[in-house]
Structure formats: structure tokens, C-alpha cells
């Protein structure tokens, strides 16, 4: 759980960060618009809004993702998951097996139950503004502008995010193997970073795209794609 709040702490700190960039950037393209002799309509605010919401979408679901994978990776090794608790083992004697695999069940239940509610709020929010942002594709009033510097916005952000989940995911892991297995099980933050790898590489994805880099496949002697 240490760092799914960890991600939390860092996702609260960037949006602070982010939310006078978002203001400075819908600024500056209205701006532009404005010297450029573009009307300057709804249609921009509109396409802002769309892409956060999106992008605070695509975090939850990651979020409740991560939560789902660890519940799965104890099934596959707890100890290695949730950790042991001392505690619990000196208080409870001979019994000792019998309450911790309650305990381990008890949490595994609750990363079950809050990976669904993130998942089920994500895919609400998300699938709405998805339809919102077709919707406005429709009518030519979407901002194409505004969902490139925003992706490559978020694309930095989880690049950062993941960056730090690699170096704890490394730090826990090699503390486990070399000082003690007693209190550190890398398995949770394994979820977590393995989750924010999925959403950084589309946000990176579409980031290059938008930055007019192209995606082209391989192709063999005979001509046909590879």
C-alpha cells in the first residue's frame, strides 16, 4: 500500500503544478489564435476540458488497475506482496499461521474491492468524455492543438512517475534480497509500476504522433509489411 499512497502524494503534487500550466497553455493558444486572426471560440475551452478529464480518467483507471494486479500477485507469493508483520507474530503465538493468512485475505479483499470501484468511476468518467471528444470531432470544434501539448504534458508527468517506481521497485527489491525479506515486499509496488508503464507508453505514443513523428511498419524483400 506504501506506494499506491506514494503515487497518490506524487500524481497530487504535479496536478498543483499542472493546473497554472493548463491555464498558461489554453492562454497562450488563444493568444496565438488572436494574432493569427482565428476566432478564438468555445470549442478550445471545450477541448481542454476533454483532455484532462481523459487524462484524470486514464490516471484512476491506472490506479485501480494497480490495485487489481496486486491483489493478483498475492495470490501468486503474499509474503512477497503484503510483507509480514512482526507484530502479529510475537502477539499471537502458535496461532500465528492462521491469523496472518486472515490478514492476507482481508487485505487482498480490499484491493479487490478498491481496484473495481476505480476501474468502474474511471470507465464512467472516461467513456462519457470520450463521446464528448468525438462529439466535437464531429463538429470541427475540437482543438487538435490543445489534446498535443496536453498529451505530451501528461506523457512527461508519468515518464517522472515511472522513473521513481522503477528506482523504488530496484531499491525494495535488492533490500529484500541482500538486508532482509523482514518488512519489504517489492510486489506491491511491482503492480504499481508495471500499470503506470502501460498508460505512460500511449500518452508517449500519442505525444510523438502529435509531434509528427511517424510510425511506419518494416517491410520484407517481397514488399509486404513485417
Given at each position: 500500500m506504501e506506494a499506491f499512497f506514494g503515487v497518490l502524494a506524487i500524481l497530487a503534487i504535479s496536478l498543483f503544478a499542472l493546473v497554472p500550466a493548463g491555464f498558461v497553455l489554453v492562454g497562450a493558444f488563444a493568444y496565438v489564435r488572436?494574432?493569427?486572426?482565428?476566432?478564438?471560440?468555445?470549442?478550445?475551452?471545450?477541448?481542454?476540458?476533454?483532455?484532462?478529464?481523459?487524462?484524470?480518467?486514464?490516471?484512476?483507471?491506472?490506479?485501480?488497475?494497480?490495485?487489481?494486479?496486486?491483489?493478483?500477485?498475492?495470490?501468486?507469493?503474499?509474503?512477497?506482496?503484503?510483507?509480514?508483520?512482526?507484530?502479529?507474530?510475537?502477539?499471537?503465538?502458535?496461532?500465528?499461521?492462521?491469523?496472518?493468512?486472515?490478514?492476507?485475505?482481508d487485505r487482498q479483499d480490499q484491493d479487490v474491492a478498491t481496484g473495481l470501484a476505480l476501474v468502474l468511476c474511471a470507465g464512467i468518467a472516461g467513456g462519457f468524455h470520450f463521446w464528448l471528444r468525438r462529439y466535437l470531432k464531429g463538429r470541427g470544434s475540437f482543438d487538435q492543438g490543445v489534446e498535443g501539448a496536453w498529451d505530451t504534458l501528461l506523457a512527461l508527468l508519468l515518464g517522472v512517475i515511472v522513473l521513481a517506481l522503477v528506482a523504488q521497485v530496484l531499491d525494495e527489491t535488492l533490500s529484500r534480497a541482500i538486508v532482509s525479506e523482514v518488512g519489504r515486499s517489492p510486489g506491491d509496488t511491482?503492480?504499481?509500476?508495471?500499470?503506470?508503464?502501460?498508460?505512460?507508453?500511449?500518452?508517449?505514443?500519442?505525444?510523438?504522433?502529435?509531434?509528427?513523428?511517424?510510425?511506419e511498419r518494416r517491410q520484407t524483400s517481397g514488399g509486404e509489411p513485417f
Open positions: 488572436v494574432q493569427k486572426g482565428q476566432p478564438v471560440d468555445i470549442g478550445t475551452g471545450l477541448s481542454a476540458y476533454t483532455v484532462v478529464l481523459l487524462g484524470a480518467s486514464a490516471l484512476v483507471l491506472t490506479l485501480g488497475v494497480a490495485r487489481l494486479l496486486t491483489a493478483l500477485m498475492g495470490e501468486i507469493d503474499f509474503d512477497y506482496t503484503y510483507g509480514e508483520s512482526d507484530a502479529a507474530d510475537i502477539r499471537i503465538g502458535a496461532n500465528m499461521n492462521v491469523v496472518e493468512l486472515q490478514e492476507g485475505d511491482i503492480a504499481v509500476m508495471f500499470s503506470f508503464v502501460g498508460v505512460w507508453l500511449v500518452y508517449g505514443y500519442r505525444a510523438l504522433k502529435h509531434l509528427g513523428v511517424r510510425f
